[in-house]
């Protein structure tokens, strides 16, 4: 009896220990043996042309190798990664596996705008199942309803008829209800689709500035224009554009580079050698979230990407694109660590 009460004792220690070890928790409140189910995608550019990828912000694997020329803009699309380039040579990559994760890039079979300069010149659009993009055509847009891939791109045409003088839109965004905006930074007008079948009507505009270079961003149903040329700052509308109000709190001259609401809880705006900005939602004051930033810093893209747990948790990060290096916020933004070194000049 005493031998059987001495194991028991030793049997019950132990499963006290394993239960105790099994509850333990890691940084970030994560379960050691949970997995993650649905793992994010980040695609950064650097200014040599260098493209790499990772799902964590620690591994990264080496999607294109440098070859002088600097990228406007990415989107990824199915298995497809959408690239903008400086010289106005837009190619599309449909993945490959080769032992590894290497890219084949084409060109498309459309040409694309010249003068934008910002992410939003392309947008991939799930429920339309198609990608837009700011096209070198008759009212300014392209697209793909084949996840970009190369010889599937086509001009969008599908104009109201009321519309006589066709735009160039330079900028897209949609909105959390699924409206899709697209801006004409040359003639400053802007225009609405509703549906992927839908036309695209132009409201009439009032109270925005003229001059400046403005680019489209959105938070929830708010739709916002930036200026990159630091002339006019930031605008929003709530009324699909019809009329606008500007943003308080940014620096006189401040370069708008990058804006992005991160999953639709507040506004960051991504500046040129004065920080990142942030907006709450239903305000109209913004206020300097650079803590961590490397001073004088220019901001080139910010992204939104988030881990899902199979215990159901889910971590939310934004990333910072710099000329510093590669920044990452566990807060929406608010505060920032360096991850990789490096100048960098796109994320996706």
Known sequence: MRNISVVYKLATAALLAFTAQSCKKPLNGIDNNQIISKPYSLFLADSTGLIESTNDGNNWRTVFGSNGSQIRAMSFSDTNLVVALTEDAFVAAGKELHGGDNYNFNPINMPV???????????????????YMAGNVVGGVIYSDSSG???????????????????????????????????????????TKTGRNAPWQEPTMTGLPTGGKFFLSHVNNTVVLGDSTGTNGVWFSDNLGATWTAYTGLPAGAQVTCMVAPF?????????????YVAPLNSSVM???????????NVRALTAKSDFYKNNQVLEYVYAATDFGLYRSMDLGRNWILVRRGNYVAAY
């Open 113 to 131: 705008a010249t003068s934008p300069k910002w992410q939003s010149m392309m947008l991939n659009v799930p429920d339309h199942d198609r990608i």
């Open 149 to 191: 891939k190369r010889l599937t791109w086509t001009q969008d045409t599908h104009f109201d008829p009321s519309i006589i003088t066709k735009p160039v839109i330079s900028s897209f965004t949609q909105l959390a209800d699924g409206t899709l905006i697209g801006y004409d930074h040359l003639a400053s007008r802007i225009f």
């Open 264 to 276: 639709e809880r507040h506004l960051l705006v991504g500046t040129a050698n004065t920080g990142i």
């Open 287 to 297: 206020s300097n979230v650079s803590a961590g930033l490397n001073s004088a810093i």
